[in-house]
């Protein structure tokens, strides 16, 4: 076998180890939090997907150094589920919403979701830098919680938003919150000082990443009664060319991080190629 593939096939088999790694320290997560995450919801897969999500985004890395940012999407995945599957009313998805800023703000956490949130908070809090960018941290905690509670209520009041609209709700999807806090937590040192600016280029790799993970979910969401973009009257073809036309862009948007942190750009460049690879862009969708 030439060295090149040799090479290649070593790094693959570290970066899956460092999945592995990272996924027991999830389900380690997973057992302290007493029934925030149920096996019926959370099953290996979920785990999996997760910290082989993370791994190939930044192989460099090692699994200290990937667990805030493991944690924190395992921490969004929860409250999702709550609020998509467990609250019935308004007033219930606004109660969490308040509970978790709170404790974002340094409130006693009173619940599993504000107990996990509290100790991501308070690891992010080891950093030296996290004073000066907190607010930073809690504003797109603020975005992704708002954008939940907007979804929930378009959900429960069967409004279709255009497919603007929606994308202008990717908070949603919490890859912004997670990339943030993985940042302040494992960044350089010029990602750290320039968070506003990497903000700006995560949210529109979110926007690709929140389509893309409907194309690939779009059957659960449908059985399961949840929003999905291909469930609003919008066809497969206009999905796929908004992803096209997303996914052009953000080589754009990456390429000046690049000069400055070769490894940030990376990071964000990777999530989009193995999330795509991952979950099969030709998932199953309506083709209307």
Known sequence: ????????????????????????????????????????????????GLTLSMAFSAPWATADRLKVANRAALWVLAVDRLVDHTATTREQVNRLTRECLSVADGA????????????????????????????????????????????????????????????????????????????????????????????????HVQRYLHLLGDVASYRKDVSWGDLNVLALGVSRAEVTGAMAALAGQAPGLIEPVRAHSPRTAAYLRRQIGFNAGFVGISAPGPTA
């Open 108 to 203: 006693v956490p009173r619940s599993a979701v504000t107990r996990f949130l509290a100790d991501l908070r308070d690891e992010l809090a080891i950093v030296k830098e996290f004073d000066d960018v907190q607010w930073l941290w809690r504003d797109q905690l603020a975005r992704m919680l708002a954008g939940m509670a907007r979804a929930w209520v378009w959900r429960d009041t069967r409004a279709v938003p255009t497919l603007g609209r929606y994308l202008d709700n990717a908070d949603s999807r919490g890859t912004s919150f997670v990339d943030v806090s993985h940042w302040i937590y494992a960044g350089d040192d010029w990602a750290k000082a320039h968070l506003e600016e990497l903000r700006g280029v995560s949210r």
């Open 1 to 48: 076998m030439p060295d090149d593939e040799l090479d290649e096939a070593f790094e693959l088999g570290r970066t899956c180890a460092l999945a592995a790694e990272c996924g027991r320290d999830l389900q380690r997560c997973a057992q302290m939090y007493a029934g925030l995450f149920p096996v019926a919801a959370f099953g290996a897969e979920c785990y999996s």
